[in-house]
């Protein structure tokens, strides 16, 4: 079974929204519903500023990929914002293939770093990550990264 | 001694790349160079993208915000990339000041989210972000967040 992976456009805003939204209910996380995401990425995909990625037709997972400034690079840092296949079609390569091509778009961006935010206790997106030479250790320093922060009240 | 914070514009891009090269060269980290982030910043400066704060007259401090597009909330998602204060003018709370006013210009642009990468061993940092109300441990999950990555080549 072939699993192409393709560049999203506004035109696939809604199944880009359900996966994540599907995404966040499984691991129950706070979702603003499928409709909110879709309306948000119809605004979104195609610009500079988000890439997502869909494996399937109909697609069965997806990437979203951000892009914003960076002085340090002479293009922009990307984040891998979600990384998601829907659990009938895991353990088949196609989170490794979508990575793949996460890796071939930020590059063709001119990104000079990608970066991902993964929790502490996921020792499966930890393992994932590791077999596909990303690591939360900065090769320079030796030292982990970690992501402090808050949300923001309006 | 009042140490008033600003908001930089494309005119303060040399005293802005100055302090990050300052800030990397003080801790190993490697550095294009001031002459280079002065230029890169001077297209940024102004632009949607890019925030920079100076403490003092003349600057003695410098916040670097970075913005991008999220689906997850209305507006968009704040990165707080480098904070720093010139030796000589530590332990005076600039650095707190800095960050309040990086709170304000975050939220004023209608960031739903301000994340900090931290290096784990870098205790320093790590107390000033917590006794800030900032911290790594996601509140709804309770996990940890680590920052995964690497850089990319052209």
Known sequence: VTCPVRVADAGDADVVG???HEFNREFGVPTPGPGVLAER???LLGGEGVLALLAGEPPVGVALLTFRPSVWFPGPAATLEELYVVPARRRA??????????????????AGTLEIPVDEGDADARRFY???GLFHVDPQSGDGRLLYGRDLEP
């Open 130 to 132: 590791e077999a596909h």
């Open 41 to 43: 990425l119809r605004a």
């Open 93 to 110: 390569g196609i989170g490794g293939r979508l990575l793949d091509r996460v890796l071939v778009e930020a590059t063709a961006r001119g």
């Open 18 to 20: 359900l996966l994540l």
